[in-house]
């Protein structure tokens, strides 16, 4: 199975071009900039539109519109919003985890993390895990900004792949304790799209 994975579009989405081919396309989140209604549909009308057998989305920190919704009504059948929840592609299990900042203030977002079940063979968060692709030099200074209960879960689930965003200069991919991780945040921290969306390939 090939999938493509996108994140941290912030509303330029439009702006993709050539993708190639693949079985199933990700977006992990912040597809939006200002977390506008109107900016959430024009997403989903492009996410929609894209020639892939299957597409799954979830929600990020800027997507706060998404707040409170645990479905999107009147999706294609293969569109999947998942919202702390998971859906099975050609025997490939993924689970997906929104980060709202409501629910990091209140606890829940550690909640739904713990929730990540076991047996899932790709798991998309819109965080990185602690010392994965996290390194940014930005408020206190350089530090790791990835969540430690998120890596914590990760490495006892130990699915094939985990997919996430939010670090816009941490683009790439890593493998570790067997699991290939990738963040495919596409615009820099100024808001730039610099980045392709990244490829793989899971046997």
């Not at 597409?55 to 645990?70: E, Q, T, V």
């Not at 890596?151 to 006892?156: G, H, Q, S």
């Not at 304790?177 to 793989?200: E, K, R, W």
């Amino acid at each position: 199975m090939r999938i493509l994975h996108i994140s941290d579009t912030h509303g330029r989405h439009g702006e993709l071009h050539d993708l190639p081919e693949a079985d199933v396309v990700v977006h992990s989140g912040d597809f939006t900039f200002a977390g506008s209604e109107a900016e959430a549909y024009d997403f989903m009308d492009w996410f929609c539109d894209l020639p892939y057998p299957h597409k799954i989305f979830i929600a990020g920190n800027h997507d706060f519109c998404m707040y409170g919704a645990a479905a999107v009504d009147g999706l294609p059948s293969n569109v999947h919003y998942l919202c702390n929840s998971g859906v099975t592609v050609g025997g490939i299990r993924f689970y997906g985890v929104p980060m709202f900042i409501q629910d990091c203030i209140g606890g829940q977002y550690d909640r739904c993390l713990l929730g990540i079940p076991d047996g899932t063979d790709v798991v998309i968060t819109h965080q990185p895990p602690y010392g994965v692709l996290d390194f940014s030099d930005y408020g206190s200074g350089p530090a790791c900004h990835g969540d430690v209960l998120l890596r914590r879960r990760v490495l006892a689930v130990k699915p094939c792949f985990h997919l996430f965003g939010h670090e816009h200069g941490c683009y790439g991919m890593e493998k570790c304790c067997g699991i290939m991780f990738s963040n495919a945040a596409v615009l820099d921290d100024g808001y730039n799209l610099v980045h392709t969306p990244i490829l793989l390939e899971l046997d």
